[in-house]
């Protein structure tokens, strides 16, 4: 028995043993894969678009507005296949992106209490507030590999399809390829830190539920209620609470000078939606009856 | 870091107790109202093998969640291992392995995986002897061969080893075991059944709810019963069977004589049916009761006590059938 005592004392580092369980145990899921996948199908799918419609020498562009609402980063494709990281990033923004993190989010506790596992966990004994800060880290772990895997992708792409080189800022100045390469970078984090918002509400959302399937439905659905709403004009008093109100501004990065203001106001409104949800669901979670 | 580790003061005051699970006026109602659990005042001795009854809907299992920290009582005081529950949580339940309400894995990860699992849970649990100890749980469930087999591919047997296997990661002072040998063969139930005898004689404390009486019969040294919420009676298995006395039994054509006899002999409650004669046994050595029997002349067929079963003690005391829920 006393040697059994002397092994018992955590450690600091042993505590981080559930967090890599947890990255081990979402990315090798079946399900998580396919949502990489589809992520990293999108920019494969607008680089075909694109070299299709302008084989035949006519260009992109024009009267058009690039995708999903974004900036007219379309249009510049076909001179650098860097842009395609932009446009991919703008396109699966405003859904692709946040949807999956809906489903990892939601998921995240409900999917253990609809499984039975979450007890189990609890009584190993894994801690609420270490399981939740868990889940949390793991999900943004995942909306960083999600952007990644889009921004890669498009990059990919766009250097088979289409050649490389020096590219033109929104205002009209030039700078080199390796400077393009980090800003698309930095926009890449910045939108993955776009996401932390979406990501807490779905945490949150999925402490109320024992149902994995509910959660996610729940998340999904706020996320289209909020698109929606953010383009009723009538509605302009209380759009820039809206955790999705400043996402395309990762444009503003691709400026010269970079304007700020926008992508500022974007991390702040990420940073109390992680405060005010990640409350909630804390306060949610370590009071909870678990009785699935 | 607020829990302080597992310290000599700590064990000592737990020891002083002598009682592995205590709980004072346990009670639990439900937001709709409902009383699960009523004034539970519950001991559990340490080194005991604790067998937990009742029918389904008595409480049990909230009972057994309100002991593991899954539920806040709405009043009263659980201590397990000495220590207040669900506040001493973390420094507590690294030494109990738990089986609640069956077994729960993750279907899309193989055996091992879902074990190395549950041990990355448990902060006090070494890394550096994790997969060792999973092997070793593996091999002291009969899981060995099945290890890397995807847990959803499992029969309910399996999981059921699989969720036993995740109790003995580590050693235990404390074992929780909802309904052990659910979905098991008769063999599986054997195994188990020595696997508790096993555990409990390396001092490991058992506490073991079962629907299957005779289970709780064979291996366990207390017992308490629950119905509607309420503890019964709780106590060793010998007393509560005692509660209920066994009755000495006669077999013979000569019923009349027979039952003469045995009043004489300080028989008490002498009813005779058919050609069985029966009494509660005199205190003195039956040999010579079933002497005067033969030398009064009494044709005796059969001769022997029918002792009473914690079947017929729970029946005595819940005054229903076992399965008829609260």
């Known amino acids: 028995m006393s040697q059994a005592e002397a092994i018992r004392s955590p450690r600091l580092l042993w505590t981080f043993g559930l967090l890599r369980s947890e990255l081990l145990t979402t990315f090798r899921r079946w399900r998580t894969l396919a949502l990489l996948a589809v992520l990293a199908g999108v920019p494969i799918l607008v680089g075909i678009a694109v070299k299709i419609e302008t084989s035949g020498g006519s260009s992109v562009g024009g009267g058009r507005d690039g995708g999903g609402g974004g900036p007219a980063f379309i249009s510049q494709i076909t001179n650098n296949g860097l842009f395609l990281v932009f446009t991919a990033l703008a396109a699966t923004l405003p859904f692709f992106l946040p949807m999956a993190i809906g489903v990892i989010a939601g998921d995240a506790i409900a999917g253990e209490a609809n499984s039975g596992t979450l007890r189990y966990l609890l009584v190993a004994p894994a801690g609420r507030t270490r399981l939740l800060l868990t889940k949390y880290a793991t999900v943004m772990a995942f909306c960083l590999v999600a952007t990644l895997v889009v921004a890669v992708s498009a990059l990919t792409v766009g250097a088979l399809l289409f050649p490389l080189g020096d590219l033109t800022t929104i205002s009209g100045t030039q700078i080199s390829f390796t400077e393009g390469l980090g800003r698309a970078l930095l926009i890449a984090l910045i939108v993955a830190v776009s996401l932390i918002g979406v990501a807490a509400l779905g945490l949150f959302v999925s402490t109320l539920t024992g149902s994995g399937i509910a959660a996610m439905a729940t998340t999904v659905g706020l996320l289209i209620t909020v698109q929606i709403l953010d383009q009723i004009p009538q509605l302009h008093a209380i759009q820039p609470y809206f955790f999705s109100h400043y996402w395309l501004s990762f444009a503003d990065l691709m400026r010269d000078p970079v304007y700020w203001d926008d992508l500022v106001k974007n991390l702040e409104i990420q940073a109390l939606y992680a405060a005010v949800f990640g409350s909630a669901a804390w306060a949610r979670f370590t009071t909870k009856d678990i009785t699935a | ?196 005898r096993e555990l409990a004689s390396d001092g490991t404390t058992v506490f073991l709810s079962s629907h299957l009486l005779d289970e709780i019969e064979q291996v366990c040294t207390h017992a308490a019963v629950m119905a509607q919420g309420r503890l019964i009676t709780q106590g060793s298995v010998a007393d509560l069977a005692a509660g209920v006395r066994g009755r000495l039994v006669v077999t013979t054509p000569d019923t009349g004589d027979a039952a003469r006899v045995l009043k004489e002999q300080g028989a008490a409650d002498v009813v005779v049916t058919d050609d069985r004669v029966t009494a509660e046994p005199p205190d003195r050595d039956l040999a010579e009761v079933n002497a005067a029997l033969v030398t009064a002349g009494v044709r005796v067929r059969g001769f022997g006590v029918e002792r009473a079963s914690l079947e017929d003690a729970f029946v005595a005391l819940t005054g229903e059938g076992f399965d008829v829920a609260g």
């Open chain 2, 1 to 196: 870091m607020d829990e302080p580790s597992a310290t000599e003061p700590e064990r000592d005051r737990e020891d002083a107790g002598e009682s592995v699970i205590a709980t004072r006026g346990l009670t639990k109602r439900y937001r709709g109202g409902q009383l699960a659990v009523d004034g539970l005042d519950l001991t559990v001795p340490a080194g005991s093998v604790f067998g937990f009854l009742g029918p389904n809907g008595s409480g049990k299992t909230t009972t057994i969640r309100m002991l593991m920290g899954l539920i806040e009582p709405t009043s009263g005081a659980a201590r397990v291992l000495g220590r207040p529950m669900p506040r001493s949580s973390r420094a507590v339940l690294p030494h109990v392995g738990a089986l609640i309400e069956g077994p729960a894995l993750y279907g899309f990860l193989c055996g091992r995986d879902n074990l190395l699992r549950y041990d990355a849970a448990d902060p006090t649990a070494d890394p550096r002897t994790r997969r060792a100890r999973v092997a070793t749980a593996l091999d002291r469930v009969g899981l060995t061969a099945a290890a890397g087999k995807k847990a959803k591919a499992y029969s309910l047997g399996m999981k059921q080893r699989l969720g036993l296997a995740a109790a003995l990661l580590q050693p235990r002072r404390l074992l929780v075991l909802d309904e052990p040998t659910n979905g098991l063969d008769p063999q599986g139930m054997r195994e188990i059944r020595s696997l508790v």
